[in-house]
């Protein structure tokens, strides 16, 4: 059964960084894409980033320039790279896998297949 595990959640001040990783287990497809969602309290979950089975990005326009995705195949692991950091960006974030060959990924969640049990990310002073 496909595991997915988020880390590198925390407490930051407004401005800071932060790094979070996702990393899957048993998880035995070639072909797939991964993306990193967010819900705050109160709201519905969003599409932060993602990235296509050949490797094509997208962001959403609120991280746009503040974050970075990248991805390690032969680890199985993505990582989101998170700078200046706002309020607004508190949230618990997850990641997802959609497990089918796309050369575009997307930022709906209903995309995806497996979803990780999420990391909170705080962002204050």
């Known amino acids: 059964q496909v595991q997915l595990v988020e880390s590198g959640g925390g407490l930051v001040q407004p401005g800071g960084s932060l790094r979070l990783s996702c990393t899957a287990s048993?998880?035995?497809?070639?072909?797939?894409?991964i993306a990193w969602f967010r819900q705050a309290p109160g709201k519905e979950r969003e599409g932060v980033s993602c990235i296509s089975t050949t490797d094509k990005l997208a962001y959403s326009d609120s991280v746009k320039g503040r974050l970075t995705m990248t991805r390690d195949n032969a680890k199985k692991q993505v990582d989101l790279q998170m700078n200046d950091l706002k309020p607004e960006d508190t949230a618990a974030y997850y990641c997802?896998?959609?497990?089918?060959?796309?050369?575009?990924?997307?930022?709906?969640?209903?995309?995806?297949?497996?979803w990780g049990q999420g990391t909170q990310v705080t962002v204050s002073s």
């Open positions: 997802a896998v959609d497990n089918d060959f796309r050369n575009y990924c997307s930022l709906l969640e209903d995309e995806y297949e497996y």
């Open positions: 048993a998880f035995t497809e070639r072909y797939y894409t």
